[in-house]
């Protein structure tokens, strides 16, 4: 038997015809001379009707599967105002496609959670739950609208490799892997690959691939493996690319409104993507923190305490521009007139960063004393100088955090609920 409807395709036009459905037994209700099982499938949760007297074999087989069992069922749709959907399939043909053994080591529907490494221990029963699946339908939409948006301002998607042989930015949060008789390192970003590309003449790219950082810390916010949704674009400046992140979050945003909004009624569509997201700059943001209260001197970095203070005052995305040269990386560009500052940004949303970004330093021995005075070694980034020496245009860019964003749309507090498997220092399977 093999199952031709799946819920969400069946209606009122189907009343009085056969089906074949299929899918999990989320839960039976045996009344004794009649059962309701609620059957779950992709799209929804269908009611399969079984009745004693008019074929007991088939009332036995069905009411005594476990939770969990996958079936394939035929019958006839009919109305009910008491099921959920306004109908039901009353059953009169079934095949067991697999048993589920008990106990289940998660409940699907039940109202206790399971703490989170059971949940994700057993990721499959996890995920079967539709709140949990919800976020992932979500994710594919989120990456779809983002894809969506780059390609109509002109951004080619482009895959870069992921094992590499110099570090994107020093060594100390690279992952190496044995790569022959080398050493070899899996990338921590995209960046001196999109950079090259710009050499190349591809002018507008993107990128969504996996980032691995081997970031030794456990937080709510850091994966070791996250996904990164990256831009670089020729003859642009950072207000550029500060233009294109704010249409992307916006385009995301506003494609999947509902869905968002069921999860973060707060995330509202109208404030939040009407008006330009605020700009900040990094001098105007210690100001703000040390006003109320805190100790932090200019030229830091914004320590979580901090950025729960610059959350309070603004809630929404916000930009922090104009940060110090010495706290970002050698490849943001600093201003002409006052190098002590560059053109990096970062997206905000509350107390969160969830992208960075800069115009880049594209003159070749600028870029060679930067790497010096960041203490890296230039001659360890030859492949990459060389796509400096040709004739290489003025280039913009960020990455955002697929997770980061996705945790704020779901409004998550853990960025584990916001991908598939996650990888921290504790959790490499599955
Ligand atoms: P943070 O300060 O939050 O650790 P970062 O400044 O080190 O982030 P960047 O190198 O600027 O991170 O990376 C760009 C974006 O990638 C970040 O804004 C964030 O959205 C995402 N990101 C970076 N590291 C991680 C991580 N370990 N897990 C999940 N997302 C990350
Ligand atoms: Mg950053």
Redesign the pocket.
């Known amino acids: 038997m093999k199952r031709e409807r799946t819920s969400s395709s069946l209606g009122p036009e189907d009343f009085g015809t056969k089906v074949t459905v299929g899918g999990w037994i989320q839960d039976i209700r045996n009344l004794g001379g009649i059962a309701f099982v609620q059957l779950r499938d992709r799209d929804g949760v269908l009611q399969v009707t079984t009745i004693k007297k008019q074929d007991k074999e088939l009332f036995k087989l069905l009411t005594k599967l476990p939770r969990e069992s996958v079936v394939t069922v035929r019958g006839e749709v009919v109305e009910n105002q008491q099921a959920r959907m306004g109908f039901e399939v009353l059953a009169e043909a079934m095949e067991i496609g697999s048993e589920a053994a008990t106990p289940l080591p998660l409940g699907v529907i039940d109202m206790v959670d399971a703490d989170m490494d059971t949940r994700l221990d057993n990721r499959f029963m996890d995920l079967r739950k539709e709140e949990v699946l919800s976020i992932f339908r979500l994710r594919a939409a989120m990456l779809a609208s983002i894809r969506d948006y780059l390609a109509g301002e002109g951004f080619i998607e482009v895959h870069t490799p992921k094992i590499v042989a110099a570090a994107t930015e020093g060594g100390t949060d690279l992952f190496t892997v044995k790569y022959f008789d080398r050493e070899a390192y899996l990338n921590q970003?995209p960046q001196l690959f999109k950079q090259y590309l710009m050499s190349a003449g591809f002018e507008r790219i993107y990128e969504v691939g996996p980032?691995f950082?081997a970031?030794p810390h456990d937080t709510s916010?850091?994966?070791?493996e996250?996904t990164?949704i990256d831009i670089e674009m020729s003859f642009a400046d950072e207000e550029d690319a500060m233009d294109i992140l704010e249409g992307t979050v916006k385009a995301a945003v506003r494609d999947s409104l509902e869905a968002i909004q069921h999860f973060n009624p707060e995330l509202k569509g109208g404030d939040d993507l009407e008006k330009p997201f605020p700009r900040i700059t990094y001098d105007e943001a210690v100001e703000l923190v040390r006003s109320n209260g805190s100790k932090m001197e200019h030229g830091e970095d914004f320590s979580a305490e901090e950025e729960a203070i610059l959350g309070e005052q603004y809630p929404g995305f916000y930009f922090i521009t104009r940060w110090p040269t010495a706290i970002k990386p050698f490849y943001a560009l600093p201003f002409d007139d006052r190098p002590e500052e560059c053109r990096a940004f970062?997206l905000m949303y509350g107390s969160k960063?969830?992208?960075?970004g800069a115009q880049r330093v594209h003159q070749l021995e600028l870029l060679r004393s930067r790497l010096i005075e960041q203490d890296l070694v230039p001659e360890d980034f030859g492949f990459y100088l060389d796509a400096f020496t040709y004739g290489i245009p003025p280039h913009a860019g960020w990455?955002?955090?697929a997770?980061?964003l996705l945790m704020i749309m779901t409004a998550q507090t853990n960025?584990r609920e916001c991908i598939l498997f996650p990888r921290d220092m504790k959790r490499l399977v599955p």
Do not use: M, Q, V
């Open positions: 970003s980032a950082r970031e916010k850091h994966l070791n996250y990164s970062d960063e969830i992208t960075s990455g955002l955090g997770e980061r960025i």
